[in-house]
């Protein structure tokens, strides 16, 4: 009895116009757990029927009083306004094309009579758990459809916001290429070019593990970490170093970011590069391939603080050719038979020297694997240095000097002095620009002082207390050389090591200055002795780019302290 109810008594009416046959078939029913409703024509039926939810299974006789079944149906059928519920005809006819006119009137089942009541109680049980099976499924449609539209309305807010953010925190660089397709509607590759205070040229090809929505989450809070301090004007390390401090802390544990970091410092025509995890990268140039950056790392977000290691790798590069760089989506992309498309085919499509690589590189890879979308996110960049026109070429070009502090802005002094491993661990060019920033200069005057700043600071800290020769990188293997001492020494600064800055504006003076002077506790040194031609090595490029940027530099003997005087902005 149980098998035939749900959760309340279902109610059957039972259109006969034989009185006898009407009430035996009700009380059979009843016995079996059903409530009846009992109706002897056409028209009783009809009106029962249109009150809404009442019925949940017909019995109906074929021949009635005031008509047929079939005419009740097509009756039914004229009025859309309410739901019909399934119906088993009882007849004498066992008319195969007489069946088949019942059926295309909408008849769910069909019993002879004489009804054997067994039989009657099979086929309503069967019915009566078809329709509750039909309406169970109907409504998992229903609750499918209204999820997937909020799952689409969802998914479509959750695009804009990643899409925005991601166009906020990137921007055109001449120079710069990227091509990148996502195999879902989100995209866990991501590619951000983005200028420092000093104007040097930060870039980020990163891919997180997996794809879709949940490799997007992932990689979201390393494109906030690294445009952040980009724009707070950091060095490579410390950035490589709070993303992988953020990742390792904000995201689950089979989760993590491989990533392929650029740091293009124009002037001295030096690329700094940190691989973690990602493909091999190549300086080429002419089709040839005159330097690799393989990965030495392991990828952001795996290791803890004290096992990471944010070493980067520097290369002097040459005036022509350009930096290429891809994710394991465009090598590992297969064909029918399972053949990777290889950084090998890479290689041979470089060394043909294409006019444009990222296209020859994608009609390749859509006919190796026979698709114009892939299974996994796609990305690759090209990296050119001579088409750049970074901030340090603005303003040495002279057009950087245009900046002014307003009317009236009174005096103002900033310093800050670090000793051992402070000096290390803390950068003070960023420090300084956040302060200026705070207290209302304009960005292009930032600018100015940032670069100053940096140089003072890097030749006082590398040149004064760490006592590093320049013409160390001239030498072959020489930047490998050179950072690995700085690092070392790094390692064994004490109290007596200081270094000191200050910036002060002075407004009363007659042509009023910015004056910014850096103190260390080396040796000092004797700038007469620089090479006269040094502006054209490593070595002594960034008193140059001082001097080019400030209106009057003075070297103090013993020459471990220099100031800066910028007159030109008022």
């Known amino acids: 009895m149980t098998e035939l109810m749900s959760e309340k008594s279902l109610s059957i009416l039972v259109v006969d116009d034989d009185q006898l046959l009407n009430q035996l078939l009700c009380e059979f029913l009843f016995s079996k757990g059903l409530n009846t409703v009992s109706v002897y024509s056409l028209a009783e039926a009809e009106r029962t029927l249109k009150k809404a939810g009442e019925i949940d299974l017909v019995l109906l006789d074929y021949d009635l009083g005031d008509g047929t079944g079939l005419d009740l149906m097509r009756s039914l059928a004229k009025d859309s306004t309410y739901s019909v519920p399934p119906v088993m005809m009882i007849s004498v006819n066992e008319d195969p094309e007489f069946l088949e006119n019942c059926f295309s009137c909408g008849i769910a089942d069909y019993i002879i009579k004489p009804v054997n009541l067994s039989l009657l109680a099979l086929k309503v049980r069967a019915l009566i758990n078809s329709v509750a099976m039909q309406k169970l499924i109907s409504l998992q449609n229903a609750e499918l459809a209204h999820f997937k539209r909020e799952s689409e309305r969802e998914e479509a807010v959750a695009k804009f916001i990643y899409e925005y953010l991601l166009g906020q925190n990137s921007q055109r660089v001449e120079g710069v290429e990227t091509w990148l397709q996502s195999s879902s509607s989100f995209s866990g590759d991501i590619a951000m070019a983005r200028t420092s205070p000093s104007g040097d040229l930060y870039f980020m090809l990163a891919d997180a593990t997996g794809h879709g929505l949940s490799a997007a989450i992932t990689i979201m809070p390393a494109v906030s970490i690294f445009n952040s301090m980009v724009a707070k004007g950091f060095h490579l390390q410390p950035i490589v170093t709070e993303l992988n401090k953020k990742l390792s802390r904000d995201t689950p544990p089979d989760r993590f970011v491989a990533a392929l970091i650029i740091h293009v410092q124009q002037g001295t025509g030096e690329l700094h590069i940190w691989n973690g995890g990602m493909p091999t990268a190549y300086w080429v140039s002419a089709g040839k391939i005159l330097q690799s950056f393989r990965s030495r790392h392991m990828a952001l977000g795996i290791l803890d603080d004290h096992q990471f290691d944010s070493t980067v790798e520097t290369f002097r590069y040459p005036k022509t050719g350009f930096l290429f760089g891809c994710t394991d989506g465009l090598l590992e992309a297969a064909d029918a038979t399972g053949e990777s498309f290889s950084m090998r085919r ?196 960034g008193l140059h780019l001082i001097r080019g940027l400030a209106q009057t530099v003075e070297i103090i003997p013993p020459g471990n302290k220099i100031r800066a005087v910028i007159r030109s902005i008022q």
């Open 346 to 541: 890479v290689v041979e499509i470089i060394e043909t020297e294409p006019e444009n690589l990222h296209h020859e590189l994608i009609s390749a890879l859509k006919i190796h694997t026979g698709q114009a979308r892939f299974n996994d996110d796609v990305s690759m960049c090209t990296l050119t240095p001579s088409q750049m026109l970074l901030g340090n070429s603005i303003l040495l070009a002279g057009q950087g000097l245009r900046g002014k502090i307003a009317e009236g802005f009174g005096h103002f002094s900033w310093a800050i002095e670090l000793s051992g491993r402070q000096i290390a661990e803390c950068e003070i060019p960023p420090l300084a620009n956040k302060f200026l920033q705070y207290i209302g200069l304009e960005k292009n005057i930032c600018q100015i002082v940032f670069l100053i700043v940096s140089e003072m600071v890097s030749n006082a800290i590398d040149h004064g207390i760490l006592r590093l020769e320049s013409a160390l990188k001239e030498k072959e293997d020489g930047f490998d050389l050179y950072f690995q001492e700085r690092e070392n020494r790094l390692q064994n600064l004490t109290a007596k090591d200081v270094i000191q800055l200050t910036i002060e504006w002075n407004p009363e003076a007659t042509n009023p200055d910015l004056t910014i002077g850096v103190r260390d506790t080396g040796d000092g040194y004797d700038p007469t002795k620089l090479d006269k031609r040094s502006d054209q090595k490593l070595s002594g490029r």
